[in-house]
């Protein structure tokens, strides 16, 4: 759990640090839009550090589309 | 936001991009997967992807004729209207996001299975990400000037590998032909014509900011990369069939597997460490375009002022993405070989093509 944390903290300040001034030159609209961002980010960020099974955006993918792609690849492997 | 005149590319450099996304990571993943679902007759599949990629391309192009001056959004906008748009532009950034951490997350299992098989798949994952981002905060025309260096390295390791595993081909590997009939070619096609000729689609994006006088080559020289992404990456299928044999569709980065018995005299082996780097530039290079690209449909999506502002959020999700979405390999590889394909024809092709139908239609009304 640490070393996934660290992980992140890394990244995050590797990827943020640079955005610091864009964020504080924004207007609100902006920051509310970067803010909704944080939701995906904040729930996959919790699965990540927790090692967690939750739904994922593979999940909903293989579960929409996958499935079709399934049945045509099960079909073309038919002999 | 800045104005598209502001950044801009000329057509080679355009070339230079295409040419990267097309080679980029398909070059070290194509030939097990082709191999293994058309076995002998992976050529034949590869080649009515090629075929079915161009045809693809000259829709890219006739609305990039049609609408010169719109981005890719906006011309969803004009052809479909806001809401059916809207949905269309969700659904790619969706399958932008999904693309993007396929991409670091296939670089990551390849530093894993390969070369450094100790390190934990974060690294590779963090690194990649921050250096793409950071990549994209440069701009399309420093990408553009970049990759030159990064392809030819790429495609100079990859000619050496060609050339040196000559010795080692056998060319009764490549018969019988359709043993198990259409089907295999098919399934071929299937998997090919969605990664990568199908993601072509995506330059519909890149396409204006191609600086207005250079736009005439655009076209041209599009074709021209097509055909020489179709041939390089054929060439390596050959190679790695005539090489390997029937195992080649076992072999997980089987151009990497190919490098590993090559051995000049006594002296140089160990080529595959080289290689394998190079190979690994290709793979940066489309993560970069990706994230270029999905950067910016979201920005012109929520019609912000800084184009870059939500930057460091898309990389950070990603990054998780390729963190979290997978517990094993096999679940990675499925969703690559099976589902991918169908997303980018149902999520990426067909709104274009309608997208070129209705401009078509029209067009056409609006002359009688």
């Known amino acids: ?79 | 936001m800045r104005a598209l005149g502001k950044q801009t590319i000329s057509a080679g450099q355009l070339a230079i991009l295409y040419v990267s996304y097309m080679i980029g990571s398909s070059i070290i993943n194509i030939p097990n997967p082709m191999i293994h679902f058309a076995g002998n007759m992976a050529w034949l599949s590869f080649t009515v992807s090629a075929l079915m990629g161009m045809l693809l391309l000259s829709l890219v192009l006739y609305l990039f004729r049609c609408y010169p001056d719109d981005e890719y959004t906006a011309c969803l906008n004009r052809v479909f209207g806001r809401w059916i748009a809207g949905v269309f532009i969700v659904l790619l950034i969706l399958m932008l996001f999904l693309m993007l951490a396929y991409i670091i997350l296939d670089i990551g299992n390849f530093f894993t299975n390969t070369m450094m098989v100790e390190t934990p798949m974060y690294v590779f994952n963090t690194l990649t990400i921050v250096v793409a981002a950071y990549t994209v905060y440069a701009g399309i025309e420093v990408m553009g000037r970049m990759f030159f260096l990064l392809m030819g390295s790429m495609m100079l390791a990859v000619v050496v590998i060609v050339f040196l595993a000559v010795p080692l081909t056998r060319t009764e590997t490549l018969l019988p032909l359709f043993t198990e009939g259409i089907k295999p070619v098919l399934h071929g096609i299937y998997f090919s014509f969605g990664f990568p000729f199908g993601e072509l689609f995506l330059f519909s994006v890149i396409l204006p900011f191609v600086r207005k006088d250079s736009r005439r080559d655009a076209g041209k020289w599009l074709y021209a990369m097509t055909a020489l992404s179709w041939l390089l990456l054929l060439t390596v299928v050959i190679i790695t069939l005539m090489t390997l044999g029937p195992l080649a569709g076992d072999r997980k980065f089987s151009l990497f597997a190919v490098a590993r018995l090559i051995k000049v005299g006594n002296f140089i082996v160990g080529l595959e460490a080289i290689v394998g780097i190079a190979l690994i530039a290709g793979s940066f290079t489309k993560a970069t375009i990706v994230l270029f690209i999905l950067n910016y449909v979201t920005a012109r999506f929520f019609k912000l002022d800084d184009d870059k502002l939500l930057l460091p959020a898309i990389s950070f999700i990603t990054f998780l993405l390729s963190m979290t979405m997978f517990r094993t390999e096999d679940e990675f590889s499925f969703a690559v070989q099976v589902g991918w394909p169908f997303i980018v024809m149902t999520v990426g092709i067909v709104p274009l093509m309608l997208a070129a139908l209705i401009t078509l239609l029209r067009r056409n009304m609006g002359r009688r």
Request: aromatic share 8%.
């Open chain 1, 1 to 79: 759990m640490m070393e996934r944390m660290l992980v992140l903290l890394l990244t995050g300040v590797a990827l943020f640090a640079v955005n610091a001034s864009r964020v504080r030159r924004s207007g609100r609209r902006e920051r509310w839009i970067l803010a909704s961002f944080g939701v995906p980010a904040l729930y996959l960020a919790v699965m990540y550090l927790t090692d967690s099974d939750w739904p994922n955006l593979h999940d909903l993918a293989n579960q929409s589309l996958g499935r079709i792609a399934h049945l045509i690849v099960k079909w073309l492997e038919q002999t």
